[in-house]
């Protein structure tokens, strides 16, 4: 949903998604962001899965030469289809659609630490 922006949400220890947004998807970071945090801890981003779910990082200590990627490179649209309407009916929504049902919603760019709406 956050496609390739650096964002992650704001924090909240009661967070839970589906209250958070009724489509249940305003939740979690950005693979970019994700990168972000892995580089300054001492991983590299090797790749992600085919569905767009999971990325693999490594730390850079073990990592071959010319082994990792950006999350550029790396990204791949999610193709798990789980949002939901107002009334919590299954709305199966794709790419763009998704982003557009939590656009207003605001995000933390974890480069910056600044607080925006997703957009």
Known sequence: MFGRD?????????FHRHAAHYSGLYFGASLAALEHLARRKGYVLVGCDTSGSN?????????????????????????????????????????????AMIAHLQVVDVVTGKLRPLG
């Open 55 to 99: 990325a693999f990082f490594i730390r850079s200590d073990l990592a071959l030469p010319g082994v990792g990627v950006d999350a550029e490179a790396a990204y791949v649209d999610g193709h798990v289809r789980q949002s939901r309407d107002p009334q919590g009916r299954l709305t199966f929504a794709r790419g763009p659609h998704r982003r």
């Open 6 to 14: 650096t964002v992650t949400i704001p924090y909240d220890a009661r």
